[in-house]
Each structure stands twice: as structure tokens, then as C-alpha cells.
């Protein structure tokens, strides 16, 4: 009985986690342009005008961003993660605590401090501000994927290594980085999928002088709706599953996101 009441219970859950992606992608294949659910005729043409002008730019605008800014957080939490887990002391925590608090804050607070900081250095606008603007916002997810990974490590392969004559450099090089490579991957993963999405913290640095994606289509729902914004946001949806889902067909999905093994417990 209790067996059929949990598989009851999560069902329910998982119907009503769906049903917003449901009723968007019913949206996105609606043949008539108007926000009606069930979709009215079925029509994949409003996929084919992601692509040409003017969402293209947008688009690749995102990805670029989403790229960039990936790459700046894990340039930034590997460091970070490497400098905490050799320094096993208290005043340490303070660094994994600046690291984790960008992601904490509301979004809107994030933003504004970001704004304010560029409007005083004069360089508010500037495409680049974003790129780190959303390395220091997403920064937190690689640096806990991170962390995990040099936490798996056995120290004593470090040791061994030093004891053969390696210095740091060759032991970050040949023992650890290996081992935490795919909490490396997971962690541009991770920072990737969002920063593609985010439009507080864009909006804020370059929203009147570049366009992402969602800053587009926040934009176009001024003036009017239409099912080209559903198409665009299944799109996004079926970017973050495949993403994810290389992370956990080819990482320790449970892990990275925070389990204990059984030997741990």
C-alpha cells in the first residue's frame, strides 16, 4: 500500500513539474498565432523563425555569452577549489564563502551591484561586462562541482607523487587533474545551461546594447505574442536535457549533485 501511495505521490509531482513544458510545447506547434492550449492544427513553422533575422543574432549572442562566461567561472572556482582543498583551515571557508555567495543573493541584488559597479568605471554597456558579470553569478556551480572532485581525491596519491620528486605543477598536471576532469566538464556544464537562460544580470550590463536571447524575447512580449517564444523556449529546454544528460551518462550525476556514496554514509 505504502509502494502504491509513493508511486502515486511522485506521479502527481511529476505531472505537475511537466505540465507548464507540456502546455508551452502544445503552444510552439500551434498552427494559428495565438496562445491557446490544446494547440489549434499542428504547424512546425514556428521553429523555422528562430533562425533568420532578427532572433539569429540573439541566439548566438546567448551561446557565445553562455560560452565565455562558462569558461571565465571555471578559470576562476578551479584555483579556488585547488587553493581550499590544500589549505585545510578555518580562515580558509571565508574564500568558499565569497564563491558561493553571488549565487545565493536574489538575482535582482546581483545585478544592481553589477550595474552600479560598470555605470562608475565608465564601462557599463560593454559586451565583456556580461561575460563576467555571469562568471561571478554562475561561479558557484563549478566551484562546488569542483570541490566534490577534490574531495574524492585519495591524498595519498599526492603524496606519493610528491615523495617521487613531482612539484605542485606536475602533480595538479598528472594525478589531480585528471581525477577531477569530469567535475571540471560538469561544472561548464553547469554554468553553461544557465547562463544561456539568465536575463536579470544581461539586461542589467548590456541589455540596451546587446541583445541575448531571453532578453529578446522578454522585449518582444512588450508588443505582442507569438508561438515563436514557446518554439525558443522548448528549444532552450531540449539544450539543458541534452546537456545534462551527457553529465549523467558520462559523470556521477548523484554525485555532482551533492550524494554520498554508500561507503561515505
Do not use: C
Not at 45 to 50: F, R, V
Not at 134 to 141: D, G, K, N, P, Y
Not at 195 to 210: D, K, P, Q, R, W
Amino acid at each position: 500500500m505504502n509502494t502504491l501511495l509513493t508511486r502515486i505521490y511522485f506521479t502527481l509531482i511529476g505531472i505537475f513539474l511537466a505540465a507548464p513544458i507540456v502546455v508551452v510545447a502544445g503552444v510552439s506547434v500551434n498552427e494559428k498565432q495565438s496562445l491557446t492550449f490544446p494547440p489549434q492544427g499542428f504547424s512546425l513553422a514556428w521553429y523555422g523563425a528562430i533562425f533568420p533575422i532578427p532572433l539569429a543574432p540573439a541566439f548566438f549572442a546567448s551561446v557565445v555569452l553562455a560560452l565565455a562566461s562558462a569558461a571565465l567561472a571555471v578559470a576562476i572556482a578551479l584555483p579556488l577549489a585547488w587553493f581550499l582543498w590544500r589549505r585545510i583551515a578555518p580562515w580558509a571557508n571565508i574564500f568558499q564563502v565569497l564563491g558561493i555567495a553571488p549565487f545565493t543573493l536574489p538575482p535582482v541584488i546581483t545585478a544592481l551591484g553589477l550595474l552600479t559597479f560598470w555605470a562608475t568605471t565608465g564601462f557599463y554597456g560593454q559586451p565583456w561586462t556580461a561575460v563576467i558579470g555571469h562568471a561571478i553569478f554562475f561561479v558557484t556551480l563549478p566551484l562546488v562541482t569542483l570541490s566534490l572532485g577534490f574531495s574524492a581525491i585519495d591524498r595519498s596519491l599526492v603524496e606519493a607523487a610528491a615523495t617521487m620528486g613531482a612539484d605542485d605543477r606536475m602533480v595538479f598536471r598528472t594525478v589531480v587533474l585528471p581525477l577531477i576532469r569530469p567535475y571540471l566538464v560538469s561544472g561548464y556544464a553547469f554554468a553553461f545551461v544557465l547562463s544561456l537562460n539568465e536575463y536579470i544580470v544581461a539586461y542589467m550590463t548590456v541589455g540596451f546594447t546587446m541583445e541575448t536571447l531571453p532578453i529578446k524575447i522578454f522585449n518582444a512580449l512588450r508588443y505582442g505574442y507569438t508561438p515563436t517564444m514557446a518554439s525558443v523556449t522548448i528549444l532552450f529546454v531540449a539544450v539543458a536535457a541534452l546537456v545534462f544528460g551527457l553529465v549523467a551518462r558520462f559523470g556521477d550525476l548523484p554525485k555532482l549533485l551533492g550524494a554520498m556514496a554508500e561507503d561515505e554514509r
